[in-house]
């Protein structure tokens, strides 16, 4: 399981895992933000699951890592988490933000554009980032099963129909 | 106390395991449960009983292998061990397999009967009502909405302004705003005077007013209320928008959610079911895997723990059955199979004991065998056993050396099989043979045979053999060469005579020869010529025979009288050459073969130079012929010992059977003028030189003697 978690690429590669779009690093006064855009992608499977009231949960991942020769150091972390959930009664679709906020959404592709579009404003100090070296920007998206309800899980982990995950996706980047 | 040493680790482990395993099982069973903390752990304790399984599973196959190897191998209660875990699997599994399934059944049963068309239906309804009793309210605030939009539709922003305060008071809204199609907020009213800004609509909003002019739906509020949004366009052109904000009753709002949290938990339960059903099954699987497995697993070791003196049993029995009788098991356990283990341990020392008294019973009469063996071997007399049916069973050395011929290697046949074998000994055996079949009880008999040195006298004494019930059961014949000891006997009786004689007969010889010349000296002169002549002729006569009489009663003194050797080492060869020297001058002709020319004894020379001139001398008053006479010399060995052969031979007339018998007898002579000592004093000679003569038998062109010496040295053949 934890190998699944921490691995997910080793998996075989879902017809529904996420897929990271972009990921840039904006200047702000008070440091860098990331935007990205995630396109994710809901199996029939988890979409029945969804509309029977099962929440679904992502957890994006953020890391400002600088290349090594062995391996990177990961130098700036942030984790930020996104439920979905349908309201059966308004018959609305609600999204659970990082921020303590919950958003309803009248359709599923408006609550699922607004999970893809992240934007962190979570500034990074622009004092952890030379000039002369070259950094990587990864992003990945974590389907967390482990909130899934508990019969769910253990088929959760063997069904490549909740594969919802994506793998790290990298981009250099230069102050 | 080393047992409970032993034992104890095991037992702990295993109760370990158990506890474990138990935990492990209740944990996850905890975990199940929606609001247990452990729910979080859910996936770990599934992994980690799955890998508990994966590990028992592994140790069972792992005994199972070795079982099978054993079995194979066919070791010592691997068989019992088999059958004893088979019966136990078999014995666990059906009941486990049987409340395995009734147990499927009724949770997948129990699970079904959660759900029915009656509740689904319900739970619909009460949505639907939900719903139904929101959109009515939702109609009317539209409606109101709309007539509030009529009253400000063609108003300047000024007199919208200050109509808004009114519509808000009147209205019963949370907040009433009015916005251009830019978004811009041209008049605002609500209830909670700090907000400002009132809630504008978002892009999506924005993107729905757009499309249907007009946008109504509920909203989460603060405080988890509910609100209801209503959009409509003052406006036919759209260029200003009313929002008014109206709120939902907390109770109403309270109810909504209770029923779309049912209703949801409801669908999301119904969602589940099938998963449900897979991870209760998959729980009590593994339950039912962990319990059977480990217990499967303890059954080995318990089992190998209990077989483990049978085991040593087998092993000890085996052990005994290839003859190893100092086998002690450990007795593991005061129980029945310790007791098994004892009576084993005693069986084996009594067969031990006993053992080892039969060892010694065998080695005693084994000893008494070998000693009886020695004893027989070291006789002088042959010894000869015989079956019932007169099958040679043993022969000992001294048959050979009588016989000449290995009696020993003839065990299991019979003597007239020998016979024909050994024709020179025909006689013989024939006769032994012939005694044996008629005896039934203790015979002796003396049998004279011509053997290959000569004449030979056997004195035979046989005994049969009976068994406890009569029955005969074979025959012991003990003989012995008795030629020499008849010859001894012969020898003493002739020297006697010869003593006798020279004192008897020698003494008055003397005054019979000098009263004869006494007589002859006084008379001689007193008597007439022709009387005169006739005594000097008598007493002549007289003193003729008594010199006779004289020389013949010292040749048989020189026969009695123990010789008086002066024994030196002399080549014999040059000796021979000697002696036919002195024969040459009489028309002797002699042939040699000799197979060396340095053949050195230790002997008398001048008894030795006798008996060649006896021999010699035998040889030449037995042929009338031009004498011719064959001496041979040749190395033999008898008895580890080395010895020249010297053989005679003349081609005179030979010797009949008579003869054969006393040729070496003293006054045994076939010639006129014989004493009869000249072969009786050779024979004394060669037997004082501790050799032996004999009558050549095999030769048949007149008489031949071998006669056989010790050796000190025979010099290289030529």
Known sequence: MLCLQLAPGLVKASDYAARIDYAELQHTDHGYTVQTHIDYRLSPTAKEALHKGVRLTWEVTIELRQPGVLWDTRIHNRKLTYSLQFHALLNQYVVQTPFDRSEMFLTLSAAMNFMAAVHDSTPIPAELLSADKPYLLAVKTQFNRELLPIPLRPVAYLDNRWFLSSVWYTWPIQK | ?718
């Open chain 2, 1 to 718: 106390m080393a047992y409970s040493k032993i034992k104890l680790p095991a037992s702990a482990t295993i109760i370990l395991l158990f506890g474990f395993v138990l935990l492990s099982l209740q944990l996850m069973s905890s975990a199940t449960q929606e609001s247990s903390e452990l729910g979080e752990m859910y996936s770990w304790l599934l992994v980690i009983n799955t890998l508990g399984s994966v590990i028992l599973l592994g140790l069972v196959a792992f005994n199972a292998y070795s079982l099978v190897r054993e079995l194979k191998k066919k070791e010592a209660g691997s068989r019992l061990t088999t059958r004893m875990v088979s019966l136990f699997v078999l014995l666990a599994l059906a009941p486990a397999a049987i409340v395995f399934y009734f147990s499927v059944q009724f949770l997948h049963q129990g699970i079904d009967s959660w759900f029915n068309v009656e509740i689904d239906r319900a739970m619909d309804d009460a949505l639907e009502l939900s719903q139904s009793s929101l959109n009515q309210r939702m109609t009317w605030h539209i409606k109101q909405t709309k007539q509030m939009a009529d009253q400000l539709r063609d108003k300047s922003e000024a007199l919208i302004a200050m109509e808004v305060g009114s519509l808000w008071a009147d209205s019963g809204a949370l907040e009433i705003a009015v916005f251009s199609n830019q978004g811009r907020v041209l008049a605002s009213s609500s209830v909670n005077p700090s907000d400002i800004l009132p809630h504008l609509p978002d892009e999506q909003i924005w993107l729905l007013l757009r499309q249907n002019k007009e946008y109504f739906a509920f909203d989460p509020g603060d405080n988890d209320e509910m609100l209801v949004r209503i959009i409509v366009a003052i406006e036919a052109d759209q260029s200003r928008f009313l929002q008014v904000l109206f709120p939902i009753p907390v109770r109403v709002t309270d109810l909504a959610d209770s029923i779309e949290f049912a209703f949801i938990r409801y669908q999301e339960m119904n969602f589940l079911r099938d998963s449900l059903k897979t991870s209760f099954s998959l729980i009590l699987l593994l339950v039912l895997l962990l319990s059977l497995l480990a217990a499967i697993w303890v059954a080995f070791i318990s089992i190998r723990n209990i077989v483990a003196p049978v085991k040593e049993l087998v092993k000890g029995t085996q052990a005994v059955a290839d003859g190893d009788y100092q086998q002690q098991l450990p007795v593991m356990n005061q129980d029945d199979l310790g007791f098994l283990v004892e009576s084993f341990n005693q069986m084996t020392r009594r067969i031990a004991r006993s053992r080892d008294e039969t060892r010694a019973a065998g080695l005693e009469v084994e000893n008494q065998r070998a000693y009886l063996e020695t004893i027989l071997a070291n006789l002088t007399a042959g010894v000869i056993s015989f079956d019932a049916a007169f099958y040679i069973r043993t022969a000992n050395q001294a048959a050979y050396r009588i016989l000449h011929i290995p009696v020993s290697h003839f065990v299991g046949e019979t003597l007239p099989t020998l016979a024909t074998m050994h024709s020179e000994l025909a006689d013989v055996l024939n006769a032994i043979q012939s005694l044996l079949e008629k005896a039934d009880d203790i015979w002796e008999q003396r049998i004279v045979f011509l053997g290959p040195n000569g004449r030979q006298e056997l004195l035979c004494r046989g005994t049969p053999l009976f068994s406890q019930h009569g029955a005969r059961t074979g025959a012991v014949v003990v003989f012995d060469d008795v030629t020499d000891l008849i010859q001894a006997q012969k020898n003493a009786a002739w020297g006697e005579v010869a003593r006798r004689l020279a004192h008897e007969i020698k003494n008055p010889l003397t005054p019979i020869q000098l009263s004869a010349e006494r007589l002859q000296h006084k008379l001689s002169k007193e008597l007439q010529d022709g009387s005169a002549e006739f005594l000097q002729r008598g007493t002549r006569t007289i003193v003729q025979q008594v010199e006779a009489m004289k020389r013949m009663v010292d040749d048989f003194s020189e026969y009695a009288r123990p010789s008086k050797k002066q024994v030196e080492k002399i080549n014999l060869v040059d000796l021979i050459l000697e002696v036919m020297a002195l024969y040459l001058p009489s028309g002797i002709i002699f042939s040699t073969a000799f197979a060396s020319d340095r053949v050195l004894v230790e002997a008398d020379p001048v008894s030795l130079r006798q008996v060649l001139h006896n021999l010699i001398k035998n040889a030449q008053e037995a042929t009338t012929a031009p004498c011719r006479i064959e001496i041979k010399i040749a190395k033999v060995s008898r008895n580890n010992t080395d010895y020249v052969e010297l053989g005679i031979y003349d081609n005179g007339n030979g010797l009949n059977a008579e003869q054969l018998e006393t040729i070496f007898d003293p006054y045994v002579t076939s010639k006129a003028k014989g004493t009869g000592l000249g072969l009786a004093i050779v024979k004394k000679i060669v037997e004082e030189h501790g050799g032996v003569i004999w009558v050549d038998t095999s030769y048949n062109g007149g008489a031949g003697f071998l006669l056989q010496l010790p050796v000190f040295e025979f010099g290289n053949f030529k």
